[in-house]
Structure formats: C-alpha cells, structure tokens
C-alpha cells in the first residue's frame, strides 16, 4: 500500500520535489495588500520580497481546518495510508488545526492508517524531514517505521540563521523595538536557532562577512557526517550569499555540491523574516 507524505507550505520545497516524490502540498495563507493568496500556489516569495522592500507589511495565516479535513477524509475513504509532517506548532496553528480534525476522523475511523507529527522545524529544516519521509515511502518503508525515524530526524534538525533587517522579526514580535532599532544603527546580525520549535537568538554579529563564518563553526561544532546528508540552505531572495555559504561548506566539510539544496524562504516564512534572511539546516550529532 503506497504512502503519502503530506507537508505545508512552510517547508519551503519547490514544486519539482513534490512532482518527484509524490509529496502532497497544503498551502498556507498569505495576506497582502488585502488580497488572500495560497502560498506557493497563487503568489512567488519574490513578489512578497518586493512589496516588503517597498514598505508593505504582509500578513499571514494558519492552513484551516477544513482544508485538512478534506484532504484527510479523501485518504481514509479510500483506504490510504497518509503522514503529515507539520510547521513547529510554536509558530503556526496550523499543526493544531490538522490534530483536532484527525481526532474527528478516528472517532469514526480509529482504524485509520493517519498520523501527524510536529516536526517543531521550519523552512527547508521541514523540507528536508519531509523528503527524507518521502524517499522512505518510495521505498516501501513500513508506516510505523517512517514515522519512528521522521520522529527522530525532526528531532535532530539544526536551523541556524540570520536576518538583514531586524525590524521583521519585530513586527512579528520576535524581537523588542530597542534591539531592532540599535540592531539596525550598528549593523549586527543576529545569528538565531530554533530550539523546541521556537525561534531563539544566539548571539549578535556586526558586519555579513562574520556571520557566514560563524554560522559554518556553529555548524562544526554542532554536526558531523556532513558528507552523507543532504544539506539545506534557505534565503530572502539573496541568491549570492546563499551561494557564497554553500562554497563554504563545500570547502570546510568536504561536501558535494549535489548534496546541498538551495530554496528561497518561501512567502509565508518570508512574510515574517523578511529580505536578506539567509539559513542554513543540517542533522546534528
């Protein structure tokens, strides 16, 4: 019985991964300029960039209930086994709202082959637990099996980024008003991490240049058997610098540069970090 993984948009995939692993996408909602848009469906992460350079704040929100109960039912009906593997629930509700539908379904269906983890990742961090998942599920993997080992990969991925303006993640309350305004007058980077699938700072930079060479010790310090994993990079629409620390890593860890996955933070995670976000995902130790 084939099975299907299930993610949100908040993994940041581009559309050729879930063509190839047969990985089912809900989308995530975008609000801008009082249009609603689905996240990667109806709006690119570069039109929301753009409006954010311009000045426009954009909002977003949860995937809803109805979206899962539609998609969940479809899959019992029809006697299929489905895993979703959400955004941290820290973040977004969006995980909750999937929980409480599939609470409905077993009640009717307690035999139901549907399970949902909080993987507590974000970006291509969830991106990269999914397609783990999917590659298992290519592979004829025994259900409980993929969501022992998703369980675990989730677990051990490492979010280490940085942001170019900190008056995003301010708006978001993420961070207070004084810290983004001296943040912005002497030019330090913050270095965050995600830890219980909540956004943490880990310490102040000043100037682009140190960041990217702290970010690969933190990742030295953190990881290893970076040759036999598949490493994520996410940015704000800043192509160069994601490319610049992908060399790095190349240098440092001995890594292909197959084995590295570059994606832009996609519009909903985007809306919140804003331009300039640069992140990098790797198992730890």
Do not use: W
């Not at 993984?5 to 989308?27: G, K, R, T, V």
């Not at 991925?157 to 305004?181: P, Q």
């Amino acid at each position: 019985m084939a099975i299907t993984i299930l993610a949100d948009s908040a993994c940041d995939l581009s559309e050729h991964y879930y063509n190839e692993y047969n990985i089912e996408m809900i989308p995530l909602t975008v609000h801008l300029q009082s249009k609603d848009y689905r996240d990667s469906i109806d709006i690119t992460p570069k039109t929301v960039y753009d409006a954010m350079r311009e000045g426009e704040a954009p909002k977003t929100s949860q995937a809803s209930a109805n979206q899962f109960k539609e998609i969940f039912t479809s899959y019992v009906e029809a006697e299929k086994p489905l895993l979703y593997i959400a955004f941290s629930s820290e973040l977004s509700g969006t995980c909750q709202a999937a929980k409480m539908v599939e609470q409905e379904i077993k009640e009717e269906n307690p035999e139901a082959q549907l399970h949902i983890i909080d993987s507590k990742c974000a970006s291509l961090g969830l991106g990269l637990v999914v397609l783990e998942a999917a590659k298992m599920a290519q592979k004829d993997v025994p259900f409980d099996e993929i969501i022992k080992q998703t369980d675990k990969n989730a677990a051990q991925m490492e979010h280490i980024f940085t942001v170019d303006n900190l008056e995003y993640l301010y708006r978001g309350g993420r961070v207070s008003k004084t810290a983004a305004f001296v943040g912005g007058l002497l030019n330090i980077k913050p270095l965050l991490h995600v830890e219980g699938g909540k956004l943490i700072p880990l310490e102040k930079i000043r100037g682009t240049k140190k960041v990217l060479k702290r970010m690969i010790e933190v990742m030295g310090k953190r990881g290893n058997n970076f040759q036999n994993q598949v490493i994520g990079i996410s940015h704000g629409d800043d192509l160069p610098r994601a490319q610049e620390l992908s060399n790095m890593i190349q240098d440092q860890f001995g890594v292909k540069e197959e084995n590295i996955i570059i994606e832009m933070v996609g519009s909903v995670i985007g809306a919140h970090s804003g331009p300039g976000t640069l992140a990098l995902f790797f198992y730890n130790k």
